[in-house]
């Protein structure tokens, strides 16, 4: 990669297609270490893809490049922040690591473990770091961390979390009519990207626990010192929304999980939608140790916020001291520099992606599964 003196000059960093959410590239730009200098994709993807591409780079005043090898080639890239549909995001990051470049990637990682697996040995074969967009960073999260550091609730003995995400997803289940074609999987995503519902855009349907699941699992990941996971158990279902009914993936699971260690792990996951919590939803932790107990709740801190006119639909509950975005942009640019590992690497990612497929497995079989795990070189 480009040799550029770390302590003055910013890294320069391509957007490998901005079709999803694009809070991701948004975290790094706002870094004042990362500089954005353009926004590339393949020439072939459809016009929906190029119009939200060009808008994100118009927006920046970069250009926007119809060929990702010819954005290496001109802008002597340091780094790159993909976050194309889910099923593309090992495709580009490999594209970008076989070119020297440092990748941050949003989540989920993949949808299958042959394309983790391709990636992690694209970034180990060129030396170049990766970082799986996540929330570990999150105020509640960190002080979790320290508290189990300290030895606060003794050793970890059991560990669950409740991750129910209050966002509709199309019309409720039930409500398709007899004779009416199914949901579309892709163009209800396109309709859903207006109020920032689409976490699961792409052509592959993908249910909860592959659009959100690595947030919980990160979680656990992390408190429980990267245990692994030799088995789970799962429970899925489409119990909320048509549209995951019909394209046979699931909004609401819970899931078991048997780790190496003896901690005793389990997840509740859901998109619970809009009517079912005044405001972004349940998210909490439970863990328990030999000497006691605690309950984290993921949004704290918060206030309350309440005023004449307000519209019904706008969340009333706001949390502040929230610095994930910028935590991880700096956990990035230290891995660059080599002096911290980021928080949620491939290979950790890798691990939370064989544990979900693992989970949907578990779901369809009614049976526990072992979760496939890449060995350590």
Known sequence: MRATDRKKAPFRVGVLSVVKHDYLPRAIAAHPRFELVCVADDADRPAWTHERNQLFA?????????????????????????????????????????????????????????????????LERHRVQCLVWNRNFLPALVQAREALAAGKIGTLTAIHCDFYFSKDAGPPLGTRKAGDPPIDWLGRQLEAHADGSDGGVGSVPLGELQVEGIYPLAYIRMLTGGARVGRVFARTTAHFHQAHADNGIDDLATVTLEMENGVVGSLCIGRIGAAAHPDIGEIKLHLIGEKGAMVISEARPEVAIHY????????????????????????FARAIDGSERPVLDARDAREICAIVLAAIESGKSGAPVTVSHQENP
């Open 58 to 122: 118009d927006e920046f005043g970069i250009p926007y490049v119809r060929d990702v090898a010819a954005a290496f080639a001109r802008f002597d890239l340091d780094a790159v922040a993909v976050s194309p549909e889910a099923e593309r995001h090992c495709d580009l990051a490999v594209r970008a690591a076989e070119a020297g470049l440092h990748v941050v990637v949003d989540k989920p990682l993949a949808t299958r473990l042959e394309d983790c697996d391709r990636l992690i040995a694209a």
């Open 308 to 331: 004449r006119g307000q519209p019904p639909l706008e969340f009333k509950h706001r949390r502040i001291a929230d610095e994930n975005n910028y935590l991880l942009a700096e956990n």
